[in-house]
């Protein structure tokens, strides 16, 4: 359904008049902002590495076509597939036909698979979808709703909603309205075990793409990226083609460079995967499938993004790794939260890669919401130019609904 | 029932035709401050107003007009226009308090006052001065903007102007970034009249205020964008007066609002509240730099027991 103007301001107004939810969100926007600070404050060197990176998705998305075609004949070379989508259809048509149908599939954490409606899909195909990430959980409890934060998905749910939701639809009783978050963590523990081990496939999204070497990098502190891309026999990676850079050096700087800026650092975890898992300890002859997958697929999707280049102003987006830090330093995120925003993209990036994915009429009366402050490119680790971007979205939609009185 | 983009913009669109400004404010509203201050007319050197700081007090009511069909599910062209008209025609002018007015000409009668107390030598361009089109350019009407840039740069070269100095962040960031981007501004010099008063700090007679306790709101624009920060405060700092920082000031500072106000007054009035009592946290005494913050902090902070001051204000009173 089209998203109008209208809609856009009506569901900021209502958010705020909800004043437990403008609560919970200055609460956790404060507390991420500081943390974010403290972290940059620790490690003096990640605003280097910030920069480093910030040149590497420069050089990436100035080279995407020999990129690109590199990552998938290193995807081959390591025993992997590797497939190249052009839009959300396709995507889903691809994984579709690898998960099949009848299978337990788990999930970690991708934005890129909220972007194409992956889980719905593949439940409607007859497979049985486990989102393993707990913000996820949370959300595929809460049906319907989707992720507000890139990192923290569900940054605007409240701990007595997510009791609610997981008493509804798993009917516990020992569960009420002041159970600590430990209990909740300690269910979805018990629940999601169980669900690890008789997996088929584990589907998991990417931090970072190494063309190089074909390996998928991703950060995250739960363990369940680890475990999603271990356990079943197959693992497939689904990830966008900006995610593509030139090493696996690289791909492990933009993975340090996002947990930092989100204000988790040291990640508990960076996971490298870059083939099937195999032993060569039998006469150094290499077998495939040892403890891990024995199938490695990876599907680079583009969605939009490739049109993006055309644009100068609005390839710069292109850079960005999906930190969220500047939606927690902008004052209309910080005012209208999960309002502000559609699908699993909110916030200043959010109005860039709605357009990208989605078109001039979702973003365009999303933009019209900026205030052009400016927190957003300064906080950005890549300085990314978001003021302009919206800007040039906001002028691209005026002109649209203005027609001939403006041109 | 929120606004339809396309009447605000129109409206706007077309005050901008009928009266060269957003508002459809008439000349004397934006030339009156200047009477009695014998400025030259042009010259090489020019205070730029572009109409704003007079404005504010009718962006107030426009504002607040707007946040009644906001609410009242209208949002029809044709009544917010007529509502508009009537805080804004000449024949309604009384609506506007006569104080009002004159606190904010009496702003940029004190600008005035500061520079030439720096020395700075200076005209003004009286009912030939344009407005700027800040606002079209952050409505995205972009079109609208960049021919109207180009004549107010036409008019600039038409009185010989080489150098202009801004009272405001919009104008400024308009002029020093965004005008580049459609028209060729030749030598023309853009600089901020608290720029001008921090190179020549030393000829100015600051003298220390009473004691008394302010806080200091950066603009998003001047403070992020155009890197004016520590200027102000030295000069500030003349005054021996008692500044709190907020937490969140200079380049962490936080929006204001006001650039939501044609959009939705009402998101931006809950913004301009935010602000106004995460500053009177601080003190209840506010400098201000800029007309737009004066005008969302003002209407965000009406049933707040604060003082918004416009920095100029303050510096005057250290002027003797």
Redesign the interface.
């Given at each position: 359904m089209p998203t109008t103007y209208r809609d856009v301001v009506s569901r900021a107004l209502r958010f705020r008049e909800d004043p437990k939810a403008v609560e919970l969100l200055n609460k956790v926007v404060s507390s991420v902002s500081s943390r974010v600070y403290r972290v940059l404050e620790s490690y003096p060197y990640l605003e280097y590495l910030a920069k480093e990176v910030s040149e590497v998705k420069r050089y990436s998305i100035a080279n995407l076509d020999r990129l690109l075609k590199q990552a998938m004949e290193s995807v081959e070379r390591v025993g992997g597939r590797a497939y190249l989508a052009k839009d959300s259809e396709e995507a889903r048509r691809i994984v579709g036909e690898i998960v099949g149908e009848g299978q337990i599939v788990i999930k970690s954490k991708s934005m890129i698979t909220e972007e194409i409606g992956l889980r719905e899909y593949l439940e409607e195909r007859g497979n049985e979808v486990w989102e393993t990430d707990l913000g996820m959980l949370i959300l595929q409890y809460l049906e319907g709703e989707r992720p507000t934060h890139p990192v923290i998905p569900v940054l605007h749910v409240s701990k007595e909603r997510i009791i609610r939701a997981f008493k509804s639809r798993l009917g516990l009783k020992d569960l009420d309205e002041g159970s600590p978050p430990e209990k909740i963590v300690e269910l979805a523990r018990r629940i999601l075990r169980e669900k690890f081990i008789k997996a088929t496939i584990g589907i998991t999204g990417a931090n970072a793409f190494a063309a190089d070497s074909g390996a998928v990098v991703i950060v995250e502190n739960e363990s369940n990226a680890r475990l999603t891309s271990a356990l079943p026999p197959k693992h497939i990676a689904v990830t966008s083609i900006d995610k593509i850079v030139p090493t696996l050096g690289d791909a492990v700087k933009v993975a340090f460079v996002q947990a930092a800026y989100t204000g988790l650092y040291p990640p508990t975890y960076i996971n490298i995967i870059a083939g099937p898992s195999s032993t060569a300890d039998i006469e150094y002859e290499r077998v495939v499938g040892a403890h891990g997958p024995r199938e490695y697929h990876v599907v680079f999707i583009d969605n939009g993004r490739v049109g993006a280049l055309d644009d100068p102003v609005m390839m710069d987006m292109m850079r960005c790794i999906r930190c969220g830090r500047c939606l927690i330093e902008c004052p209309a995120y910080q005012s209208f939260g999960p309002s502000w925003g559609s699908g699993p993209y909110s916030g200043p990036m959010g109005v860039g890669w709605i357009y990208i994915t989605r078109g001039i009429d979702e973003a365009g009366p999303l933009s019209m919401l900026c205030m052009h402050a400016g927190n957003c490119v300064e906080v950005c680790p890549l300085s990314i130019d978001l003021p302009s971007i919206i800007q040039r979205i906001k002028s691209m939609y005026v002109s649209r609904i203005m027609g001939s009185e403006e041109s | 029932?929120?606004?339809?983009?396309?009447d605000v913009?129109?409206l706007i669109?077309r005050n901008m035709e009928s009266k060269g400004n957003p508002l459809g404010v008439d000349v004397d509203t934006c030339v009156s401050w200047a009477s009695g201050l014998d400025l030259d007319k042009g010259g090489e050197t020019i205070l730029y107003t572009s109409c704003m700081y007079q404005m504010v007090p009718y962006i107030v009511r426009f504002t607040e007009l707007l946040e009644k069909f906001e609410g009242a599910g209208g949002g029809l062209l044709l009544k917010i226009g007529k509502a508009v008209s009537s805080v804004v025609d000449a024949d309604h002018i009384a609506r506007v308090p006569k104080d009002e007015r004159d606190r904010f000409n009496g702003v940029l009668r004190g600008i005035a006052k500061l520079l030439k107390l720096a020395g700075v030598d200076f005209g003004y361009l009286y009912e030939d001065e344009p407005y700027s089109g800040s606002l079209l350019y952050?409505?995205?009407?972009?079109?609208?903007f960049s021919r109207h840039a180009r004549r107010v740069v036409d008019t600039f070269r038409r009185f010989g102007v080489r150098r202009i100095i801004v009272v405001d962040p919009h104008t400024y960031y308009v002029l020093g970034k965004i005008y580049p981007r459609y028209v060729d501004m030749g030598d023309l010099e853009v600089i901020h009249y608290i720029d001008m008063l921090h190179r020549y700090i030393d000829r100015i007679p600051l003298k220390g205020i009473q004691g008394e306790r302010y806080t200091i709101h950066d603009p998003?624009?001047l403070a992020?964008?155009m890197k004016i920060i520590d200027p102000q405060r030295e000069l500030l700092d003349r005054l021996n007066i008692d500044l709190v920082e907020p937490q969140r000031s200079r380049?962490?500072t936080?929006?204001c609002?006001?650039?939501?106000e044609s959009?939705?007054p009402?998101?931006s009035k809950?913004?301009g509240r935010?602000r106004a009592s995460e500053l009177a946290s601080y003190s209840r005494k506010i400098i201000a730099m800029c007309p737009i913050c004066i005008s969302n902090l003002v209407r965000g902070g009406r049933d707040l027991d604060i003082e918004i001051y416009d920095l100029s204000e303050i510096l005057v009173r250290g002027a003797g």
């Amino acid at each position: 359904m089209p998203t109008t103007y209208r809609d856009v301001v009506s569901r900021a107004l209502r958010f705020r008049e909800d004043p437990k939810a403008v609560e919970l969100l200055n609460k956790v926007v404060s507390s991420v902002s500081s943390r974010v600070y403290r972290v940059l404050e620790s490690y003096p060197y990640l605003e280097y590495l910030a920069k480093e990176v910030s040149e590497v998705k420069r050089y990436s998305i100035a080279n995407l076509d020999r990129l690109l075609k590199q990552a998938m004949e290193s995807v081959e070379r390591v025993g992997g597939r590797a497939y190249l989508a052009k839009d959300s259809e396709e995507a889903r048509r691809i994984v579709g036909e690898i998960v099949g149908e009848g299978q337990i599939v788990i999930k970690s954490k991708s934005m890129i698979t909220e972007e194409i409606g992956l889980r719905e899909y593949l439940e409607e195909r007859g497979n049985e979808v486990w989102e393993t990430d707990l913000g996820m959980l949370i959300l595929q409890y809460l049906e319907g709703e989707r992720p507000t934060h890139p990192v923290i998905p569900v940054l605007h749910v409240s701990k007595e909603r997510i009791i609610r939701a997981f008493k509804s639809r798993l009917g516990l009783k020992d569960l009420d309205e002041g159970s600590p978050p430990e209990k909740i963590v300690e269910l979805a523990r018990r629940i999601l075990r169980e669900k690890f081990i008789k997996a088929t496939i584990g589907i998991t999204g990417a931090n970072a793409f190494a063309a190089d070497s074909g390996a998928v990098v991703i950060v995250e502190n739960e363990s369940n990226a680890r475990l999603t891309s271990a356990l079943p026999p197959k693992h497939i990676a689904v990830t966008s083609i900006d995610k593509i850079v030139p090493t696996l050096g690289d791909a492990v700087k933009v993975a340090f460079v996002q947990a930092a800026y989100t204000g988790l650092y040291p990640p508990t975890y960076i996971n490298i995967i870059a083939g099937p898992s195999s032993t060569a300890d039998i006469e150094y002859e290499r077998v495939v499938g040892a403890h891990g997958p024995r199938e490695y697929h990876v599907v680079f999707i583009d969605n939009g993004r490739v049109g993006a280049l055309d644009d100068p102003v609005m390839m710069d987006m292109m850079r960005c790794i999906r930190c969220g830090r500047c939606l927690i330093e902008c004052p209309a995120y910080q005012s209208f939260g999960p309002s502000w925003g559609s699908g699993p993209y909110s916030g200043p990036m959010g109005v860039g890669w709605i357009y990208i994915t989605r078109g001039i009429d979702e973003a365009g009366p999303l933009s019209m919401l900026c205030m052009h402050a400016g927190n957003c490119v300064e906080v950005c680790p890549l300085s990314i130019d978001l003021p302009s971007i919206i800007q040039r979205i906001k002028s691209m939609y005026v002109s649209r609904i203005m027609g001939s009185e403006e041109s | 029932m929120p606004l339809e983009l396309k009447d605000v913009v129109s409206l706007i669109a077309r005050n901008m035709e009928s009266k060269g400004n957003p508002l459809g404010v008439d000349v004397d509203t934006c030339v009156s401050w200047a009477s009695g201050l014998d400025l030259d007319k042009g010259g090489e050197t020019i205070l730029y107003t572009s109409c704003m700081y007079q404005m504010v007090p009718y962006i107030v009511r426009f504002t607040e007009l707007l946040e009644k069909f906001e609410g009242a599910g209208g949002g029809l062209l044709l009544k917010i226009g007529k509502a508009v008209s009537s805080v804004v025609d000449a024949d309604h002018i009384a609506r506007v308090p006569k104080d009002e007015r004159d606190r904010f000409n009496g702003v940029l009668r004190g600008i005035a006052k500061l520079l030439k107390l720096a020395g700075v030598d200076f005209g003004y361009l009286y009912e030939d001065e344009p407005y700027s089109g800040s606002l079209l350019y952050e409505l995205g009407l972009e079109g609208l903007f960049s021919r109207h840039a180009r004549r107010v740069v036409d008019t600039f070269r038409r009185f010989g102007v080489r150098r202009i100095i801004v009272v405001d962040p919009h104008t400024y960031y308009v002029l020093g970034k965004i005008y580049p981007r459609y028209v060729d501004m030749g030598d023309l010099e853009v600089i901020h009249y608290i720029d001008m008063l921090h190179r020549y700090i030393d000829r100015i007679p600051l003298k220390g205020i009473q004691g008394e306790r302010y806080t200091i709101h950066d603009p998003c624009l001047l403070a992020r964008f155009m890197k004016i920060i520590d200027p102000q405060r030295e000069l500030l700092d003349r005054l021996n007066i008692d500044l709190v920082e907020p937490q969140r000031s200079r380049i962490k500072t936080r929006c204001c609002g006001g650039p939501l106000e044609s959009v939705s007054p009402k998101l931006s009035k809950t913004l301009g509240r935010v602000r106004a009592s995460e500053l009177a946290s601080y003190s209840r005494k506010i400098i201000a730099m800029c007309p737009i913050c004066i005008s969302n902090l003002v209407r965000g902070g009406r049933d707040l027991d604060i003082e918004i001051y416009d920095l100029s204000e303050i510096l005057v009173r250290g002027a003797g």
